[in-house]
């Protein structure tokens, strides 16, 4: 397989997307020379998933940077990159690389060192993701055996990072390493990004790959169809509890009832040692029409109200192992985590 692209780059004029919200009909390319273009496509989900929003975020503070006048620097600075961080809430990337770039650049002893600082964090986050991207798919491969049929949901892959994938990066993995493989995408409503990023990257790649609908998983999976569920994450409470995309928790419980393994795969920027447990993972809430709506076309009744929650959290004791770049939590609770992630 050729390397895949990067969903996300830092170039000279800004940073490079991809819209994710055209795909599959269009692959189109996004050059984003403000925080407030930034911030749309984060908001509008062109740009998704933890590790790509987070090193987006970065590259957004090398923007505010930019944009902010040398009086009153560090206050104005200070405002632009809260702003940043709160155009998502459950993702805890975004907000860590918000702070982390933030910090490293108000090191500086003037504003222009602070711009050169963020835009170098900028990019030392993205190569860290990506090294983080390949590490978990050599790990997540290690779980996968030879023809193996792998179910997942959402969408994991290089779209949603800076490297290969996280969950998908073992897909991805396994498949190089010629595990004869198949994948099982759910369609995730209500914005399909199962059906329609996971099922193109997977097309793309040549990798075999079914859709189905989301409430297909329980058939299938009593069937016998499912050999492993590989899901990625948004945040990681410090007890393993995880939020992910609205459903993982309906499918790591259909896992358990019947046997299935069930592994996150996330890299280590997506725990939050802060929050003791799932309670306190903030859920973000979508506007109603993403629901009532299917790509702007009204799929209810007039009138009808939408739940519209973006996340939900899988609690650790149904989760098999969180696979890190630093390598497999076999244990899901603080102590096993604590051994990986300090």
Known sequence: MNSLPRAVRILAEG??????????????????????????AIARLAVRGAPAIGVAGAGAVWLAALETPDDGFETRFR????????????????R???ERSRDIALLAKSPDDARV???????????????????????GSSLIAHGERVLT??????LATTGDGTALSAVYAAHNEGKNIEVFACESRP?????????????RAEIPVTLLCDNSVGLLMAR????????????IARNGDTANKIGTYMVAVLAKRHGIPFHVVAPTTTFDRRIKDGRGIPIEERDESEVLTLRGVPVAAPGARAFAPAFDVTPAELITSIVTERGIIKDVDESGISAVVP
């Open 15 to 40: 940073i490079v997307i991809i819209d994710q919200t055209k795909l599959p009909e269009r692959e189109v390319w996004l050059s984003l020379t403000t925080v407030d273009a930034v911030i749309d």
């Open 153 to 158: 949901y959402c969408n994991t892959g290089w």
């Open 96 to 98: 860590f690389a918000v």
């Open 117 to 139: 600082r963020a835009r170098e964090a900028a990019e030392s986050l993205l190569e860290q993701e990506s090294a983080a991207s390949r590490a978990m798919g050599r790990w």
């Open 79 to 94: 405002r632009t990159c809260e702003r940043i961080a709160d155009a998502r809430p459950t993702a805890i990337n975004l």
């Open 224 to 235: 016998g169809g499912v050999d492993r569920v590989l899901v990625g994450a948004d945040r």
């Open 191 to 203: 914005l399909l990004q199962g059906a329609r990023l996971t099922a193109w990257e997977m097309v």
